[in-house]
């Protein structure tokens, strides 16, 4: 399958006057063609760092892209100029931001902000530009299009309020899409019909989607693979089976077992104890190791290599890897 990006061991990082954060610490993934690929994880993971740095709106100073490539249809947009980004942010990859209560100019019509776009890449007349953005705000359920654009945002719900944020991401065509933590604020109801939303946008236009999310609820509505992240490592990889159903990394599984279930009766949820690691120093080992019931010495002094359990899964893990495998045999028997 065709990739649309790939991103090569990415490494973020944030200068402070405590010292440097390394946010990001050589993530690797890719994206195929109309494929919605979602990144999970605990908040200060590097998630929303890793969908910043495709976009190029790290600021720097204090953020830098250190090491590492973000390659789209083949070209890496870390040695863009700011010109060239500019030419290509959401005409070629669009972002959806967080929190659509604060993601629109409350002082411009709705209108206004969906013609922007449009003006400004594709120079198209303001009649043309009208007629699309009465489409698209068809496209993604708003009722009586032609009035609501010359509203503004205060007159419409969260819920609305995300449809359009979604609309002004798609309204030039992107063949890739990241939605950062699109149903965040939203009650039950309007995160399935926004989740709907995005498989109906996905079947019409065929963008491609980076899904940002620690709700694993939404990724198991909508993802096709999925990446799970840790300290600013990518951890595990698969599709939404393998990671479901044959969930390797501990961390994966604990995750799994703090969501809520409603399939089994007095069904108790089990916290992951302890906290993240400080990333001023991160650990030489798997930054998951003070935090995992199965650690053995080599954890927490050398970090993992890269196990391909399937075709489509991998993962990160000692507990995987034949050397680590034979380590905790030894240890268990010496038991």
């Known amino acids: 399958m065709e990739k649309i990006v790939e991103v090569k061991n990415l490494h973020v990082t944030f200068s402070t006057y405590g010292g440097t954060i390394q946010a990001v610490r050589g993530v690797n993934f890719y994206v195929n063609k109309g494929e919605t690929l979602a ?83 594709q120079g198209i007349s303001s009649a043309r530009s009208k007629q699309k953005a009465i489409e698209m705000m068809e496209l993604v359920g708003i009722p009586n299009p032609e009035e609501r654009l010359k509203q503004y945002p205060h007159q419409f719900s969260g819920g609305m309020r995300q449809r359009i944020v979604i609309a002004i991401a798609l309204i030039c065509e992107p063949e890739l899409l990241i939605a950062d933590e699109p149903t965040t604020a939203l009650d039950v109801t309007i995160q399935a019909q926004i989740l709907e939303l995005f498989e109906k946008i996905q079947e019409v236009t065929g963008v491609s989607i980076i899904l940002i999310t620690h709700d694993l609820g939404v990724v198991a509505k909508i993802a096709d693979r999925i990446a799970v992240m840790y300290a600013g490592k990518i951890i595990e990889t698969g599709t939404k089976r393998d990671i479901f159903y044959k969930g390797q990394h501990p961390y994966t599984k604990g995750l799994l077992k703090s969501v809520p279930r409603l399939d089994v009766k007095g069904a108790a949820l089990t916290p992951i104890d302890g906290t993240p690691p400080d990333l001023f120093s991160p650990p030489a080992g798997c930054p998951f190791a003070p935090r995992c019931p199965y650690a053995m010495e080599v954890c927490n002094k050398i970090y993992p290599d890269t196990v391909q359990l399937s075709q489509s899964h991998e993962v990160n893990c ?15 028997t010496k038991e």
């Open 39 to 121: 990144i999970v994880g605990e908040s200060g993971c590097g998630k929303s760092v890793t969908s910043n740095a495709i976009m190029r709106l790290i600021p720097d100073p204090p953020g830098k892209i250190t090491q590492g490539q973000v390659l789209f249809k083949g070209e890496d947009v870390t040695k863009f100029s700011e010109k060239k980004m500019r030419s290509i942010r959401g005409v070629d990859i669009s972002m959806i931001f967080q929190d659509p209560m604060t993601a629109l100019n409350p002082t411009l019509t709705i209108g206004s902000q969906l013609m922007e776009g449009l003006r400004q890449h």
């Open 318 to 332: 000692w507990l995987q890897d034949e050397r680590g495998k034979r380590l905790l045999a030894t240890t268990t």
